[in-house]
């Protein structure tokens, strides 16, 4: 048995970095504790709405005037949004991964994660703008529907919000897969698009359900760029070039125009729900990336 030669530890050989790791579980805790208050106080105001016979949440009209509280048509726009942004990102995703694998690249996948990372970086409200300026416009010229204003132009623009963390997630796993990998099957005379196809992406499907669903998560709590691009009208509608709502812009537009009504009191229930889903996600994508050994860019 091999003594330990390490001197013993007392206050003058404690470092900064003991010190933080000492501090790291307090940390964890209080934000543990953080997160359980919100719950606890979002369920403390939403549960008398919800178990209220007179307000009536879970129906598709918005009438505040007329007593009509259903946040229903909000709910179906950012399920839409978020489902319909994810689905539209995950191929281009998956793509541009790709291309940053194959060796013949490298120096244009070095340009193209340069370019996610400042894409990570850019603040929402810069999109907003070029889209209000540049996006909106052309819709409305183009398809020759409405105001250009729709559920549309905010899916394009969320696509290309969740775009670089949906890439970033993919590419920390699939390259450390493609350097342990790519000896053996280049020796065995695989090429770089058949160890792409069929060996590095079949066994990135847990990472490609991950990603998936952080750009879910990214996507149905993102707030700006359904508040602008959208046209916020509280209907529920299948053409996705009608105006409507999403929940996160709806809390935002009652939030800053009202205060202590049945009104305003209904948003406590659709941010119970909004925190529900986000927290399950974030269970189920940390579960995930931690099956199969992936970072997330979260982490």
């Known amino acids: 048995m091999i003594a330990d ?3 013993p530890l007392n206050r003058g050989n404690v470092t900064g ?21 919100v719950f606890l106080l979002l369920g403390y105001f939403a549960l008398p709405v919800l178990f209220d016979g007179n307000i009536t949440l879970f129906s598709p009209i918005w009438r505040p005037e007329q007593g009509q509280y259903g946040i229903m048509a ?29 060796p013949q690249y490298r120096r244009i996948a ?12 850019v603040p929402t409200v810069v999109y907003g703008i070029a889209a ?9 010229d183009t398809l020759h529907y409405g105001s250009g204003f729709c559920l549309l132009a905010a899916i394009l623009m969320v696509v290309i919000l969740i775009l ?22 280049s020796a065995l005379g695989m ?4 160890i792409i196809l069929h060996l590095i992406l079949p066994s990135s499907r847990p990472v490609l359900a991950a990603s998936t669903l952080l750009g879910l998560s990214r996507a149905i709590g993102d707030t700006l760029l359904p508040l602008m691009l959208a046209g916020n009208a509280p209907q529920l509608s299948a053409n996705l070039l009608d105006s409507m709502r999403t929940l996160t812009a709806h809390i935002a537009l009652v939030l800053a125009t009202d205060s202590h009504s049945a009104e305003y009191n209904s948003l406590f229930a659709a941010g119970l729900l909004l925190l529900s889903v986000s927290t399950v ?9 931690t099956r199969s050994g992936a970072r997330s860019p979260q982490s």
């Open 281 to 289: 996600t974030t269970i189920l994508i940390r579960t995930i990336t």
């Open 5 to 7: 030669k390490r001197p």
């Open 17 to 37: 970095s003991d010190r933080l790791a000492a501090l790291l579980p307090w940390l964890a805790g209080g934000v543990f504790g953080t997160i359980v208050a």
């Open 110 to 121: 070095a340009l193209l994660r340069a370019l996610m990372r400042l894409m990570a970086g």
């Open 132 to 140: 209000v300026f540049l996006l909106v416009p052309w819709l409305r």
């Open 164 to 185: 670089p963390v949906m890439i970033m997630l993919l590419d920390s796993h699939c390259r450390v897969l493609m350097q342990q990998l790519y000896p053996t099957a």
């Open 74 to 102: 909000m709910v179906m726009a950012s399920v839409m949004l978020a489902i319909l942004a994810s689905l539209i990102a995950l191929p281009l995703a998956v793509g541009i991964c790709g291309l940053c694998l194959f």
């Open 191 to 194: 090429t770089s698009s058949q």
